[in-house]
């Protein structure tokens, strides 16, 4: 880099060694100030780094004095002499911890009140204020690191699909509003009143139509919007890179994408990636072997199902039997000697997810069961059990006999908190997975219609597409989930291109014919004129920079997020607008009583 | 590029010479069909090229049956044999053109109807038709051409910034509205009634804050909205590559740019820059010498003032300088011949701009001075406007004499009309140009208040900062702007730092101290905390994509541009939604009478 040297020389990274005996000039914050000896020591920072900065006053009066008044988060310009630190005093934590910069001059660039809470010191920090604060936030290393990541690593997914002949097209935000899946956020227009403008969910018809423009492998790192109620860290804005592809099937693009993957993840990371080529499992063998799908692979931990060994005299398995249920169990390695609380703590547990209960099985490390079961189910139906559930001396065994879903759910959960417990996760380690064969479709009893299981515009296996008229749940459809450590962190399909079986999938979802018509005729008619195949995805990269930092939650991974209720606290949005705004768009805001109002933050 | 296998081997644009002999597939739309012979030859294009495929019943009767029933846009597969082409039958237009394919099998991957326009020819289509077919017009090579140009323009602009240090950050799209500048789109909100967001007109505060928040180097290529009536070419959203710096004057910011724009011109185009560095005008050497703050340096052709020899008994000159205006003059190299109609023509423009008329004077070849003037001022003083405009034998003089804002604007449009018609423009060249020192403020006459020239941040000179109390139009602002061929291109400043001094421009554009406090009050807050000198600009892509396309409008390079009405054709968007969505946002729409509806397409 090349810096101007009217305010820096080098950056607060830069100084090594090799350096000492030079004149430089660095501007940075102060990040601490310690007076000793007759002495004052600054820690300059910025983005690159931090140098240690003595004011002598044998060398400069002034600077010393000026030093003297300093504070923390003051910016200033420091001109001085590259010097070796005194033997012993070398800082091995920082890249500039060889040198010091000893101080012939100082100017204050701007001062700072003191600030709401420290930069320097990486304490926790309530996080309203931390978002009320976010230009103070972004000046702590671990948001600072997180702002650079995400940069490094879209900027990886730009070279990687670039150089295999993606086209980056930016598509409108400024879109149709087509009620399907989640809320819109609409924009009202100001030359047609009554009509609005909706911000795009995904670029997904676009998409489609630039395979149909023939532009062959198209991109986008796209903002997204859902109106949605922001439960389980969703943001009202998120990023995807979205990616479409011509003349492909499922493999060309789930190839790319591991190669994809694989390539950032090593530029970027040092994380190490479990399983290449990533496993692929089909949506039955997820659910079946981990109870959800979206698997955590870091760890083994699988499902098993005993229904078929289950039956007999034990109420709470034959119940569940008889009602279509299932009894599936999950195996706790060397756990036998939990005590009684710590299986009730499981216990609870499994019962605030749904379940009746769970039924434990320990087999002490000299072979003895040790259950409720045995006085109920014969020792040879319990060693079928055992066996099946390739258990041995010294594991507990844990089952939930109920509806298949409530056994998925509640077993994939503690799956989950076991790996904690048992500590079989890796923090360096990724676990990725492709999960296919999903259905295409699902039934909303509530509104008897069908619904997309991922979106309408998925393609179907072609075997299967008379099914369409005598079975449609049975119909597999052609999608794909990418999964990172448990988390979805993708996914797309191939795409139906023959407008009459898109028409069909939206007959089934009951859309009347003009709905079709308003809603997606443009896509209808698209198709009519020589669509290729093509398939898709769409990444959400919010969560795959927040997995690669180990960050908790999106919003460390995002410079200006919202909170949960959607609001810009440093901003303060939403706010209200003027009357004359409303006017001019033709709308007015209804009366409204006992409505909420957002807290003020002034 | 590797390409599965499954739909093709190789795109239309890759077989040569070499490949004859091969077996090969490929995928893509039947351009054209011929019949010759008891042939069939089919033009296949994707978005690489055309290849020539050959359908002969002696090598496959299928493939020929097929063929026969093919029309133009049908996607198919084709398998087949590469071929040298017949001597004399190569096409040196086509990168394929050496070879052709004789097919072996063709497959139907989707049939077309018949387009609404040609897609092989590029004939002249109406515009409205374009846009609601965009996915055919995305077809035609023009628009593909403009797509990968705009894709890799972004690309290497990327790649320069990267390397240089800079984080790509991405600001929030659902912001605040600050009702200054142009109108804002807004976004009701749904949890809080009475309650908006608005899109961003520029990422403008944020990016500030970025700087606040220590991170350097900042870029995006950032989504901008703006609800203006689209008049002179705009859209309602548009992209800017937005920049900000650290630490940094006007040279830092200026130097980088030009680097950039230099790198991305020799990158992605055959276009010559015509003068580097580029050239650094005043805003004041710039109206005076080309009448505009964007001049056109691709040629001369400067406008002169001859106020100061204009004076004596010709009314015109004379009325013009005792009101206090300004004569100035154009010379027309090797014009004096144009015709009394050709001048009449000139003077007819000159008048639909604003001038009472134009005065001309022609220099016959032997130097004889043809004109109005010689009946009222003496032969010395015309001598000396012959001799100011550095004028000879076989030139027109041309004079407007009036406001010196008229002698601009009529001179400066004159100007590039006439370089139209002398042809001075080489349209593979790009004279770029800084325009500096402009003023910080204007005066609004009608609202009684000073209004920023740039944006309110921009900061001044600090010689200068004391004028803000006594003479704030005298007051010179540390802005840049960027022109291109004539085009405003990008401009930004250094900006202000200092809270104090943001508030006094606010106060000076009469906003209440409330008003400030509300809708900047977290910009002046952020001020307090060691805001960094600071400084950016932004370049506007769509016409910097434009002019490097040659082309005359901005929708010609963006994917799905709205029409000036600020309409969707394609996706008919804006329009009505269910009362359910407007209850969820506690709007309706006002009642109103006599509303332009938007023309439907169906």
Not at 121 to 141: A, C, H, I, P
Not at 165 to 185: H, M, N, Q, V, W
Not at 539 to 567: C, H, Y
Request: glycine content about 6%.
């Amino acid at each position: 880099m090349s810096f101007a040297v009217h305010y820096r020389t080098h950056t607060c990274g830069e100084l090594r060694q090799e350096h000492c005996g030079q004149q430089v000039r660095l501007a940075g914050w102060v990040n601490r100030r310690r007076d000793h000896g007759g002495l004052i020591f600054l820690d300059l920072r910025d983005r690159y780094g931090i140098t240690q900065v003595v004011c002598d006053p044998s060398r400069s009066e002034e600077a010393h004095r000026v030093a003297s008044e300093l504070r923390a988060e003051y910016v200033i310009e420091v001109t001085g002499t590259v010097a070796p630190r005194l033997p012993g005093t070398e800082n091995p934590h920082l890249e500039t911890g060889a040198i010091e910069v000893v101080a012939t001059a100082i100017r204050v660039l701007n001062p700072s009140r003191v600030p709401p809470f420290s930069i320097a010191d990486e304490s926790q920090v309530e996080e309203t204020l931390r978002l009320k604060y976010r230009y103070l936030d972004l000046r702590r290393s671990r948001m600072r690191r997180n702002m650079i990541l995400r940069h490094r690593l879209i900027k990886a997914m730009r070279d990687y699909l670039d150089e295999r002949g993606f086209l980056e097209i930016e598509t409108p935000i400024l879109i149709k509003s087509t009620p399907e899946g989640a809320r819109d956020y609409l924009v009202p227009s100001r030359l047609y009143p009554g009509h609005f403008y909706a911000l795009p969910q995904s670029p997904q018809q676009l998409k489609q139509l630039l395979m149909v423009a023939g532009l062959d492998r198209y991109f986008q790192i796209a903002r997204c919007f859902r109106d949605e109620d922001q439960r389980s860290d969703r943001q009202p804005e998120f990023t995807q890179l979205d990616i479409e592809m011509a003349f492909v099937d499922e493999n060309d693009v789930m190839n790319l994408i591991e190669g994809l993957l694989i390539f950032v993840v090593e530029q970027v990371t040092q994380k190490r990636i479990k399983q290449k080529p990533f496993p692929r499992l089909s949506y039955e063998e997820a659910l079946e072997r981990y109870g959800t799908d979206r698997p955590d692979l870091r760890f083994e931990l699988p499902l098993v199902t005993i229904s078929d060994l289950a039956a007999g005299n034990f109420a709470v398995f034959q119940q569940a039997l008889t009602s279509g249920g299932a009894v599936k169990g999950l195996r706790v390695p060397g756990a036998a000697g939990y005590s009684r609380r710590e299986v009730e703590e499981l216990t609870e547990f499994a019962r605030s997810l749904g379940a009746k209960g769970l039924v434990s099985l320990a087999i002490s490390p000299t072979g003895e069961l040790k259950s409720a079961l045995t006085k109920f189910l014969p020792a040879e139906q319990l060693q079928a059990i055992v066996s099946r559930m390739q258990a041995g001396p010294g594991d507990l065994l844990l089952f939930v006999a109920d509806r298949v879903e409530v056994c998925n759910e509640v077993l994939s959960r503690l799956r989950l908190r076991l790996a904690e417990r048992l500590r079989l996760i890796d923090p360096q380690e990724l676990a990725f997975c492709w999960v296919v064969d999903f259905p295409l479709l699902s039934y909303n009893e509530e509104e008897r219609r069908y619904e997309a299981e991922h979106n309408p515009f998925s393609g179907m296996r072609e075997e299967d597409v008379p099914l369409l008229e005598t079975e449609p749940l049975k119909v597999r459809s052609r999608q794909y989930d990418i999964i990172c450590n448990g988390s979805e962190i993708g996914g797309g399909s191939v795409r139906i291109n023959v407008a009459s079986l898109l028409h069909k999938v939206f007959s089934l979802m009951n859309y009347s014919d003009e709905q079709i018509r308003d809603r997606f005729g443009h896509m209808l008619e698209a198709f009519e004129y020589g669509a290729p195949p093509h398939g898709g995805i769409a990444l959400g990269l919010d969560r795959l920079v927040m997995i690669l930092a180990g960050e908790q939650t999106i919003r460390e991974v995002i410079a200006f997020p919202k909170t949960q209720s959607a609001q810009d606290l440093l901003l303060n949005a939403p706010s209200p607008v003027d009357e004359q705004q409303l006017r001019e768009l033709h709308l007015q805001v209804r009366a409204v009583e006992e409505i909420p109002q957002p807290p003020v933050h002034s």
